[in-house]
């Protein structure tokens, strides 16, 4: 079991190649980490599921929020959050 859980979340699939950028750079300090993909607007309870799912989880989370121009998804992941 990982000390901590790095989660990567963005608010859609189009931003993956940012995405894989932001795990290489992770991977040069060996700091593993996961993808989801959800949007704030589209499908909130969805987000609200992720968030839930990591304030349950035993293991520290660090989420790490990619979005467009409103940003809604960075907003409604803390609110949720404990982390």
Sequence with gaps: MNAYN????S????DLP????IQEELG?????????ICSAHKQPV???TIVRELNDSAVPSIIVSIAGATDA???????HSVH
């Design 28 to 36: 040069k300090f060996e700091i593993e980490s996961n993808i989801r």
């Design 11 to 14: 608010g859609s699939d189009s």
């Design 46 to 48: 969805a987000c609200e």
């Design 18 to 21: 940012h995405i894989k950028k």
């Design 6 to 9: 790095v989660v990567i979340i």
């Design 73 to 79: 998804l960075s907003g409604v992941l803390s609110f």
